[in-house]
C-alpha cells in the first residue's frame, strides 16, 4: 500500500475530460429521443394484429436485446461497411449500435404501456366511432405515458452507460478521453477512479428520479 | 449490396473461435458463482439493520449500478493493481470487474425478493413459536426464492452480455477471438455477424428456458398453496 494519492494530473487536465463529457452527453441527446421513436414504431407493429409486422417488429426486439452491446458497435463500424460500400464516421457507427439497441428496449417499455390498458377501454372508444389511430393517441398514449415514465428513465441511465462503450471504436467521449489521460501520465488510479466518479455524478441523479417517480406511481395505484 | 458471403474464414478458424467461447463462458460461469456469494453477504448487510454494515453496503451498490461495466473493467485492469502492489492478469481483472458488478445487482434482487415477503408472515410464524433463522429458512426464503428467479435470469443474461467487454482487456473471449480472426482473414462482417449469432442463439434459448422453469415454479407453488 506504499502509494501516494496524486490527483494533479486530473486537475491538470481537466478540459480533456470535460471535452470527454461534452461528447458522451452529445451522444445521449442524440440517442435517446431518436430510440423512443424508432421504439414507438416497433411497438406499433408488435402490438399490431398484422402477423407479418408483429414478426418483423418482436425479431428486431429479440435480435438486439440478445446480443452485447459492444458487438452491435463493433458490427457497425467494421462490418456494416462491407455491405454499404461507405465507412461510417465512428460517432455515427456508435449512435447506430445505441440506437438501434436502446429502441428494442423501449418498444418494449411501449407495448407493455399499451397492453396494460383494459380492453374496456378500447372498446368504449370504438363505440364512440374512433378509429384506433384516434384511440391511440387520445385515450391510450395518455394514460399510460405517465405510468411508463420510471422504466423510460431506466432505459436513460442504461443508454448513458452504454455510450461508455463508444471508446472502443475512437469516439472521443468521457470513457476514451480517461483512457488516454491515463495512459499519457501513467496516473491510472486517479484519472481512472475520477472518470468513475464523473460517471456516478452524471448518472446518479437519474437513477434517483427514477426510484422516485417509481414510488410515487406505486403509491397512486 | 452486392457482397458475396463468405463464411468459410469463419470455417476455417474455428478453432480459435471455439477457445473464445470456451474463455466466454469460463469468466461468465465464474462470475456469476462469485456475484451471487459477493450479492448475498452485500444483502444480508443492508438488511441487517446495523447502521456501519448497512451504508457501507448500500454506497457499493449504489456506485456499481450507477457507473458504466466498462470502467469497472479499466479500473481493475489498470487502477487496482497500483493499490494492491501486484500486476493482475486480464482474466482476473474480468473476473473482479464482472462479479463485483453483478454482485452489486445481485443483491438489490435478494433484498428486494426477502423484504416483498410480507411482513405478516413474519410474524405469524414468529407467532406459531418459530426461531428467527427458522422463519427465514422455511418460510421467507422459499417464497423470497421464486420471486428473485425472474429478475435474477435477467441480471445473469446481462452479465453474459457484459463478458464481451472483458474483450478490451485482451482477454481472450468470443469477441476479442473474433478480433483476431477478422485480422487474420479481413472477413469482418462475416466473423461479427457469426459472433452476435452466437450470443443471440445461445441467449434465446437460455431465456425460453428461464421462461419454461419459471411457468413450471408458479403453477407448482399455486398447486401446493391449494
Same mark, same amino acid.
Given at each position: 500500500?506504499?502509494?501516494?494519492?496524486?490527483?494533479? =494530473?486530473v486537475?491538470?487536465?481537466y478540459?480533456?475530460l470535460l471535452k470527454g463529457v461534452g461528447m458522451t452527453a452529445l451522444l445521449w441527446v442524440i440517442a435517446f429521443p431518436l430510440s423512443m421513436?424508432? %421504439?414507438?414504431?416497433?411497438?406499433?407493429?408488435?402490438?399490431?394484429?398484422?402477423?407479418?409486422?408483429?414478426?418483423?417488429?418482436?425479431?428486431?426486439?429479440?435480435?438486439?436485446?440478445?446480443?452485447?452491446v459492444?458487438?452491435?458497435?463493433?458490427?457497425?463500424?467494421?462490418?456494416?461497411?462491407?455491405?454499404?460500400?461507405?465507412?461510417?464516421?465512428?460517432?455515427?457507427?456508435?449512435?447506430? %449500435?445505441l440506437?438501434?439497441?436502446a429502441?428494442?428496449y423501449c418498444?418494449?417499455i411501449?407495448? %407493455?404501456?399499451? /397492453?396494460?390498458?383494459?380492453?374496456?377501454?378500447?372498446?368504449?372508444?370504438?363505440?364512440? %366511432?374512433?378509429?384506433?389511430?384516434?384511440?391511440?393517441?387520445?385515450?391510450?398514449? =395518455?394514460? /399510460?405515458f405517465a405510468r411508463m415514465l420510471p422504466a423510460f428513465t431506466n432505459r436513460g441511465i442504461e443508454l448513458a452507460k452504454n455510450t461508455s462503450i463508444a471508446s /472502443?471504436?475512437?469516439?472521443?467521449e468521457l470513457m476514451?478521453q480517461g483512457?488516454?489521460?491515463?495512459?499519457?501520465?501513467?496516473?491510472?488510479?486517479?484519472?481512472l477512479t475520477a472518470v468513475g466518479i464523473i460517471y456516478f455524478l452524471l448518472i446518479y441523479p437519474g437513477s434517483y428520479l427514477a426510484s422516485r417517480l417509481e414510488k410515487r406511481f406505486a403509491l397512486r395505484? | 449490396?452486392?457482397?458475396?458471403?463468405?463464411?468459410?474464414?469463419?470455417?476455417?478458424?474455428?478453432?480459435?473461435?471455439?477457445?473464445?467461447?470456451?474463455?466466454?463462458?469460463?469468466?461468465?460461469?465464474?462470475?456469476?458463482?462469485?456475484?451471487?456469494?459477493?450479492?448475498?453477504? *452485500?444483502?444480508?448487510?443492508r +438488511?441487517?439493520?446495523?447502521?456501519? +454494515?448497512e451504508y457501507p453496503a448500500l454506497w457499493f451498490t449504489e456506485f456499481y449500478r450507477n457507473t458504466p461495466p466498462l470502467i469497472h473493467?479499466?479500473w481493475?485492469?489498470?487502477?487496482?493493481? &497500483? &493499490? *494492491?502492489?501486484?500486476?493482475?492478469?486480464?482474466?482476473?481483472?474480468?473476473?473482479?470487474? *464482472?462479479?463485483?458488478q453483478?454482485?452489486a445487482f445481485?443483491a438489490e &434482487?435478494?433484498r428486494g425478493?426477502?423484504?416483498? @415477503?410480507?411482513?405478516?408472515?413474519?410474524?405469524?410464524?414468529?407467532?406459531?413459536?418459530?426461531?428467527?433463522?427458522?422463519?427465514?429458512?422455511?418460510? &421467507?426464503?422459499?417464497?423470497?426464492?421464486?420471486?428473485?428467479?425472474?429478475?435474477?435470469?435477467?441480471?445473469?443474461?446481462e452479465?453474459?452480455?457484459?463478458?464481451?467487454?472483458?474483450?478490451?482487456?485482451?482477454?481472450?473471449?468470443?469477441?476479442? #477471438?473474433?478480433? #483476431?480472426?477478422?485480422?487474420?482473414?479481413?472477413?469482418?462482417?462475416?466473423?461479427?455477424?457469426? @459472433?452476435?449469432?452466437?450470443?443471440?442463439?445461445?441467449? +434465446?434459448?437460455?431465456?425460453?428456458?428461464?421462461?419454461?422453469?419459471?411457468?413450471?415454479?408458479?403453477?407448482?407453488?399455486?398447486?401446493?398453496?391449494?
Amino acid at each position: 500500500m506504499e502509494f501516494s494519492w496524486d490527483f494533479a =494530473p486530473v486537475f491538470q487536465n481537466y478540459p480533456v475530460l470535460l471535452k470527454g463529457v461534452g461528447m458522451t452527453a452529445l451522444l445521449w441527446v442524440i440517442a435517446f429521443p431518436l430510440s423512443m421513436l424508432v %421504439g414507438f414504431f416497433i411497438s406499433l407493429a408488435t402490438a399490431s394484429r398484422n402477423k407479418v409486422a408483429i414478426g418483423v417488429g418482436r425479431s428486431y426486439v429479440e435480435i438486439f436485446r440478445n446480443t452485447p452491446v459492444m458487438i452491435q458497435l463493433i458490427w457497425f463500424f467494421y462490418a456494416f461497411p462491407i455491405l454499404t460500400g461507405q465507412q461510417l464516421t465512428p460517432v455515427f457507427a456508435a449512435l447506430c %449500435g445505441l440506437v438501434l439497441n436502446a429502441s428494442a428496449y423501449c418498444s418494449e417499455i411501449f407495448r %407493455g404501456g399499451i /397492453v396494460s390498458v383494459p380492453n374496456g377501454q378500447w372498446e368504449g372508444g370504438k363505440a364512440l %366511432g374512433m378509429s384506433r389511430q384516434q384511440l391511440m393517441r387520445r385515450v391510450i398514449l =395518455p394514460q /399510460v405515458f405517465a405510468r411508463m415514465l420510471p422504466a423510460f428513465t431506466n432505459r436513460g441511465i442504461e443508454l448513458a452507460k452504454n455510450t461508455s462503450i463508444a471508446s /472502443v471504436i475512437a469516439v472521443q467521449e468521457l470513457m476514451y478521453q480517461g483512457r488516454a489521460l491515463s495512459a499519457a501520465f501513467y496516473r491510472p488510479l486517479e484519472i481512472l477512479t475520477a472518470v468513475g466518479i464523473i460517471y456516478f455524478l452524471l448518472i446518479y441523479p437519474g437513477s434517483y428520479l427514477a426510484s422516485r417517480l417509481e414510488k410515487r406511481f406505486a403509491l397512486r395505484t | 449490396m452486392n457482397y458475396d458471403w463468405d463464411f468459410g474464414a469463419v470455417w476455417e478458424y474455428r478453432q480459435m473461435l471455439l477457445d473464445g467461447a470456451l474463455g466466454t463462458m469460463k469468466i461468465a460461469a465464474v462470475a456469476i458463482l462469485l456475484g451471487v456469494v459477493i450479492g448475498a453477504v *452485500l444483502a444480508t448487510m443492508r +438488511l441487517s439493520r446495523v447502521r456501519w +454494515l448497512e451504508y457501507p453496503a448500500l454506497w457499493f451498490t449504489e456506485f456499481y449500478r450507477n457507473t458504466p461495466p466498462l470502467i469497472h473493467f479499466f479500473w481493475a485492469f489498470y487502477a487496482l493493481p &497500483v &493499490v *494492491l502492489g501486484v500486476s493482475l492478469d486480464p482474466y482476473a481483472a474480468a473476473i473482479i470487474a *464482472l462479479s463485483t458488478q453483478s454482485g452489486a445487482f445481485y443483491a438489490e &434482487v435478494f433484498r428486494g425478493g426477502v423484504i416483498s @415477503v410480507e411482513r405478516g408472515q413474519w410474524e405469524g410464524a414468529r407467532a406459531l413459536g418459530m426461531k428467527p433463522h427458522n422463519v427465514l429458512r422455511r418460510v &421467507v426464503l422459499p417464497q423470497a426464492l421464486q420471486r428473485m428467479l425472474p429478475p435474477f435470469m435477467e441480471r445473469s443474461f446481462e452479465l453474459i452480455k457484459t463478458t464481451a467487454l472483458a474483450s478490451t482487456l485482451a482477454y481472450s473471449d468470443l469477441l476479442y #477471438q473474433a478480433m #483476431q480472426v477478422n485480422s487474420i482473414t479481413f472477413r469482418p462482417l462475416e466473423v461479427y455477424t457469426f @459472433v452476435a449469432a452466437i450470443f443471440f442463439v445461445t441467449l +434465446l434459448t437460455l431465456s425460453m428456458l428461464a421462461h419454461v422453469v419459471e411457468a413450471r415454479l408458479s403453477r407448482s407453488s399455486y398447486q401446493s398453496a391449494r
